[in-house]
């Protein structure tokens, strides 16, 4: 299926993250964060590059100390993906990973301390032209804004926000984003909503402790897909209890799915039933474990009969339908040839890496003419 999403982007000013620009209509980035101790350089850098490869554009790491500052240096120094050091309580860390290349600072309003510390913070950020991520969290609120509402809110989200945003005007730095997460979907998505038409500025998006891998992709695809349908959002993170290369997998699923951006290949598989003339669940597992490496965005239908398998696979760049006795693989639209059960995964991965090849060629060649 090659139609393009209907989804109307909110405007919103851009800033650039390293070199990922952020706003103002540039593709929607995918963010993920390490878990690793961040004082263990080696573990770090080597999920940083992980999280990179499965096709990241922005990594951020917990810089709970200045012992992990210090090592953020030699973090800094080993990757080349842009970096976003997370920081609360202490805003002497901010100040410290700054003069380490940090391409983002994210504080949290509800625990970074008094306005002369954000003002700290900013002039630094400015002085080394370094943006900001606002990022206001349900549960660690101003102490004020939890008496004044009784419990976390859109409103007191907003609220929260909108503190900053005025102190930032005030000292007029505006390279900044906003997030405003909660684990409960309703309140994260009204919290985001109210904001976005009340400013301009960059919005992360994502669901704050969403849960595990299974029921934190359904939370964070139901949460942020009401938003991206919205147009809202221009960078996002799918929080999970899983290895973070897993929250990056998923967020490409979210955005091939919704048509905004693309990578690799858009599998379109019936769920199997005793139609099938081979096993569907196999084939599809050995197919998604093969050829995780391709990037290039593809579409390939495997079908396991007759019913909706030549419909699906006209419509792919490539296409397996159930067959009996044999199975029909079709490219671009069209029968090429036929196939046993026995090898039918080692004749889809041999045609699919030949078209992703010749699509990779193409692409180039385009990109040399202009």
């Keep these: 299926m090659h139609f393009e999403s209907p989804i109307k982007r909110r405007h919103s000013r851009q800033i650039m993250v390293g070199n990922v620009p952020v706003g103002g209509g540039a593709p929607i980035s995918i963010q993920s964060m390490t878990n690793t101790e961040t004082c263990d350089v080696d573990a770090t850098v080597a999920q940083i590059r992980a999280i990179a490869a499965a096709g990241a554009d922005i990594v951020r790491v917990s810089i709970p100390s200045m012992d992990a500052a210090e090592a953020f240096k030699k973090i800094r120094e080993a990757v080349s993906i ?17 003069e380490y290349g940090v391409d983002c600072l ?3 309003p509800g625990n970074i301390g008094n ?59 505006h390279e900044y984003k906003l997030s405003l997460k909660a684990s409960d979907i309703f309140m994260t998505v009204e919290a985001y909503r109210k904001i976005a038409s009340q400013i301009d500025n960059p919005l992360h998006l994502g669901i704050t402790e969403a849960g595990g ?37 998923v967020g490409w699923d979210m955005l091939r799915s919704l048509k905004l951006r693309n990578r690799g290949i858009n599998f379109i598989a019936c769920p199997s039933c005793s139609r099938q003339n081979f096993d569907v669940i196999k084939t599809m597992n050995e197919l998604e474990e ?11 239908a495997v079908i396991g009969c007759v019913v909706n398998g030549p ?19 079709y490219q671009d639209g069209k029968p090429n040839s036929k196939t046993k059960n026995e090898t039918l995964v080692d004749d889809l991965e041999k045609m699919i890496r030949k078209k992703a090849l010749l699509k990779e060629r193409e692409l180039a060649n385009i990109i040399v003419k202009n």
């Design 82 to 98: 842009p970096l976003v050091a997370d920081i609360h309580f202490d805003y002497k860390i901010a100040l410290k990973v700054a």
């Design 106 to 108: 994210r504080i949290n």
């Design 115 to 173: 306005k002369d510390r954000v003002r700290a913070v900013v002039d630094c950020a400015r002085d080394k032209n370094i943006p900001i991520r606002i990022g206001v969290n349900a549960g660690s609120l101003e102490k004020d804004l939890q008496k004044k509402y009784g419990e976390p809110t859109p409103d007191a989200l907003v609220e929260s926000a909108f503190r900053q945003i005025q102190y930032f005007d005030e000292l007029d730095f």
């Design 213 to 249: 891998l299974r029921s934190g992709t359904v939370k964070s695809s139901i949460g942020l897909g009401l938003l991206l349908m919205d147009g809202i959002g221009d960078t996002l993170r799918v929080s999970l209890a899983a290895d973070p290369v897993q929250e990056v997998k």
């Design 290 to 300: 093969r050829l995780e490496d391709i990037v290039i965005p593809m579409d390939v």
């Design 311 to 329: 419909g699906e696979a006209k419509e792919a760049d490539i296409g397996l339908a159930g067959g009996s006795p044999n199975n029909l693989i």
